[in-house]
């Protein structure tokens, strides 16, 4: 059977690496892409490698970033700039596949088991290509990763950078693999690293080697999924490009012009939230049966809660309710609140998801609502996204009127992953 190959591209420092394309004087100096401070967007989005030597990183505040280097130079983000250059490299990546799979805007997955014969002596040689293909053509740089599938590929990216090649083949993977920290596999953020760690497992290497029942015990279906992984057991299609990822979250969030205090200020915010929410819900033409809530207080203290929704829905009625009902029941309403984010969850491709009930008490469609907020989607379709709205958005001193829903590609967070062509 023909060895499977898979790259994962990812470029190196991109938000700040496409800024400097600009400003070449400060190659040599620290700096950072960070939002706005003045609409409390106030944290690192990206840093150049000067930076990350200093320790500056990616999430943290501006000020946190400034007492480790107080001469990081601050430059604004430019996202079209950004989608200009991720379409730029894609481009250059579907010379060789069809089979593309962004990751986000600044990575993506190519499998080349098929083709790389056509270009190159070898799939690294391939990989070697793609990076000197990109640094002409953009004067940006990329790390890629070489392996037997896709989780290995993405391992292989971040194990050497910047602007490098990193083979991890079936005869060497223990010995490059194995021995980095478990904070390192993909999908291993804190709260998951931290619980690992309590069980003695501190590497890759002992993540592959611990008993699935342990695991799942631990951190649920992720834990033998993430064990499988470390021993080179994924198996995951790369997709080709423009094939969407089945949707299975929409969420979007804010951080507000000043601090939500008190129930009227939430649920003001809940509302627009959930309207945006509802309105990808509809346009990816799914229903979700459950919602989430993550709040972020003045000390930067995140907690999130979720529950099940009585049935499937797609309409930010009934998005916002259960969001509310879960401030009721998760939050003290005088507490300040810095950020909130509402998550759909639970998606499917059909509206009724839940067991329905024979009696009365069953919840229902509510087909005028149906139809009102298929109305919103028209109007902002035909006159802007900013056309029609809640009546909270207006002169509210919170940014509100910011989320005002918009069209595919324009209200996409960034940081976001990407599920398609931007």
């Excluded at 060895?3 to 994962?8: D, G, I, M, Q, T």
């Excluded at 991109?14 to 401070?37: K, M, N, T």
Aim: charged share 25%; proline share 5%; hydrophobic share 40%.
């Amino acid at each position: 059977m023909e060895e499977r190959w898979v790259l994962h591209c990812d470029c190196n420092s991109f938000y700040a690496s496409v800024e400097l394309l600009a400003h070449p004087e400060l190659r040599q100096r620290c700096v950072a892409v960070c939002g706005d401070p003045e609409s409390r967007h106030g944290i690192i989005l990206a840093k150049n490698e000067p930076a990350k030597k200093l320790g500056v990183k990616t999430a943290e505040t501006i000020w946190q970033a400034k007492r480790k280097c107080p001469d990081l130079v601050l430059l604004p983000p430019h996202r079209e700039l950004y989608r200009k250059y991720y379409r730029i490299i894609n481009t250059i990546y579907q010379r060789y596949t069809d089979r593309v799979e962004p990751f986000s805007i600044d990575e993506s997955w190519l499998d080349v088991t098929g083709s790389w014969q056509l270009f190159e002596k070898s799939p690294a040689a391939l990989a070697d290509r793609l990076r000197a293909e990109v640094k002409a053509a953009t004067g940006l740089t990329i790390s890629v990763g070489v392996s037997f599938n896709k989780v290995f590929a993405k391992l292989g990216s971040d194990y050497k950078k910047p602007d490098a090649t990193t083979l991890i083949s079936r005869q060497n993977y223990r010995d490059i693999l194995w021995p980095l920290p478990v904070g390192q596999m993909l999908f291993v953020g804190r709260s998951a690293k931290e619980k690992l760690q309590g069980l003695g497992v501190r590497t890759i290497g002992e993540l592959a080697a611990a008993e699935p029942a342990m695991l799942q015990s631990a951190l649920g279906k992720l834990g033998p999924e993430i064990g499988r992984y470390a021993r080179g057991e994924d198996a995951e299609p790369v997709r080709r490009w423009g094939e969407a990822e089945p949707v299975k979250s929409v969420g979007n969030g804010m951080t507000f012009k000043r601090n939500l205090c008190g129930p009227a200020d939430i649920r003001h915010a809940l509302t627009v939230l959930a309207d945006e929410v509802a309105a990808r819900l509809r346009r990816h033409g799914v229903w979700a049966g459950a919602v989430q809530v993550t709040v972020r207080d003045t000390q930067l203290k995140t907690i999130t809660r979720q529950k099940q929704l009585p049935q499937a829905t797609h309409l930010a009625k009934d998005l916002e309710g259960g969001c509310w009902q879960l401030m009721q029941a998760n939050w003290e309403m005088q507490k300040p609140i810095r950020m909130l984010t509402v998550t759909a969850l639970s998606i499917t491709t059909e509206p009724f998801a839940v067991q329905q009930s024979f009696f009365e008490d069953a919840p229902r469609t509510d087909p005028k609502r149906e139809k009102l907020e298929q109305s919103l989607d028209a109007i902002r379709q035909k006159y802007g996204r900013a056309a029609i709205g809640a009546g909270s958005i207006l002169k509210n001193d919170l940014g509100l009127g910011e989320l005002a829903i918009g069209s595919p590609g324009e209200d996409e967070d960034l940081d976001e992953k990407v599920k398609g062509p931007l």
